[in-house]
């Protein structure tokens, strides 16, 4: 059954698409002091587009997997794109920050409808010992895509205007939408679930909060302290509770948390919730450092974080290869002991660290963290049951979501609270030089934070051993 699919033109469109979804997400970062002085609008504010972004993902990845069992693939893959086209069409139109905030968010409903359908299609197109090589390309968007898009956005901001990061988008989006018109077809049975409006609303308040108060931490104007900041966190996990209860309690849940008795899926979860912390924390504080902390200029800066995320990239369809033949502890083990190791030279950084130095360590960092992401990932959904697939992959999508929100939140507390405390003992807290020795102080301390969630993966990855999943059981018998 799985041989008749033209996996090849399937795969093509999704991964166009989910790149240029990707992308966009990053580029749009590095053009936020443009933004600030285009709009009038604060770093707060700003920082807006990238928290909407994820705020809309958090809330409508849980209820991805609900989308897989409802509508057909060609339908979903269609809605996604539409949302993506329009969102990006208005994104490269906008003229005042309410109209470029609502194209946001269009954009991340496409993205949160696309990558669940991305990871399922793969399960299902491909057989267990070709996954991983598939997911290794996923993997080349998710790492790759993202780490791009500062590089191309700080040259488009050079020479046209931010607009041109939406312009340039485009094109990809609508050659994607053909490609899949012409080649995707419907993978997944449709069951037609019956929706429970209450776990929807759990998990909307739920979720939300939680990326909506550690978005809002990080944002450093009040802090942890806030009222805003702890109700929302406070509220988040009581719903989140209430949610998990709700779906054990139900015979057909909306998100089905039996995921959590397979073994393999829990540690690779665990594992890949790690590496999104310590990629977000420190794709968030090496181009603020590189920018305050060495004085770079932004399209320095985005260039020297290139080579890392390039090579991720194009290793991460290797790693699959390799994970293929030799089962994931070869290479997780190993990954996690570079990236351990790449972290503690990180918290060594001051302004007079070479280029070369910051960017050897930066390729090292990025090639542990892609011998761990893929081979985890893939290694736990292999333990699954195929009728839980859309359930395995709606969890796995949607912690990595609060994951990245609450690593980025951590990581720019720990940047202010570290600048604040140095700020705080010098004798010229306005100087230059003295605010880029603050801003290396606030950075190694987040590199130590970290290093330590590094080598908490470290422990975890011991536990990792190969799965014979079901498919392969059954021939066995």
């Known amino acids: 059954m799985k041989n008749q699919y033209n996996t090849r033109a399937i795969m093509a469109s999704l991964l166009i698409c989910g790149f240029i979804g990707m992308f966009s997400e990053t580029a749009l970062n590095i053009a936020m002091t443009n933004l600030m002085e285009v709009f009038q609008i604060s770093a707060a504010t700003a920082q807006w587009l990238t928290t909407g972004f994820l705020l809309t993902l958090g809330i409508l990845m849980p209820i991805s997997g609900l989308f897989l069992q409802m509508f057909t693939t060609r339908q979903l893959f269609t809605g996604s794109l539409i949302s993506l086209i329009v969102g990006t069409l208005i994104a490269a139109m906008a003229f005042n920050f309410g109209m470029l905030m609502f194209a946001r968010v269009l954009q991340a409903v496409g993205m949160s409808l696309l990558l669940p359908l991305l990871f399922n299609t793969i399960l299902v197109i491909y057989p267990p010992e070709k996954r991983g090589a598939a997911m290794g390309f996923v993997g080349l968007v998710i790492m790759f895509a993202p780490a791009t898009g500062p590089t191309i956005g700080g040259l488009l901001i050079e020479y046209f205007t931010w607009h041109y990061i939406f312009w340039f988008s485009l094109p990809f989006l609508i050659i994607g939408l053909l490609i899949g018109l012409k080649y995707l077809e419907n ?48 509220v988040g996990l009581v719903a989140l509770m209430l949610f998990v209860l709700r779906q054990i309690l139900m015979n057909d849940p909306m998100m089905n948390l039996s995921v959590f008795k397979y073994p393999m899926y829990v540690v690779g979860l665990l594992l890949v919730l790690s590496c999104m912390m310590i990629i977000m924390s420190s794709m968030i504080i090496l181009p603020m450092f590189l920018q305050t902390g060495a004085g770079l200029s932004v399209f320095t800066a985005g260039l020297m974080l290139l080579p890392g995320s390039a090579l991720n990239g194009i290793l991460s369809p290797r790693m699959g290869h390799l994970f293929d033949k030799y089962g994931p502890k070869w290479l997780v083990i190993p990954g996690l002991v570079i990236v351990s190791v790449m972290l503690w030279f990180f918290t060594t950084l001051s302004p007079a660290s070479s280029v070369a130095f910051i960017v050897a360590l930066h390729i090292g960092l990025m090639v542990g963290v892609g011998m761990v992401w893929m081979p985890a990932q893939t290694n736990g959904l292999n333990q699954l049951p195929p009728e839980l697939y859309p359930h395995g992959t709606a969890v796995l999508n949607t912690l990595q979501q609060v994951a990245g929100a609450i690593g980025i939140a951590v990581a720019v507390s720990i940047l202010t609270g570290g600048m604040e405390k140095y700020l705080h003992g010098s004798s010229d807290p306005t100087r230059l030089n003295e605010i880029a020795k603050a801003m290396t102080a606030g950075s190694q301390n987040v590199f130590w934070f970290t290093m330590i969630i590094a080598l908490i993966g470290l422990i975890i990855a011991f536990f990792i051993r190969r799965v014979i999943n079901h498919e392969e059981r059954y021939s066995a018998h």
Request: proline letters at 2%; a negative charge; charged letters at 15%.
């Open 187 to 234: 993978v997944t049975d449709v069951t037609k679930p019956r929706i429970d409006l209450l776990s929807v609303a759990l998990s909307t308040i739920g979720f939300g909060g939680v990326v909506f108060g550690f978005s809002k931490a990080g944002e450093g104007s009040e802090g942890w302290g806030s009222l805003i900041v702890l109700t929302s966190i406070i």
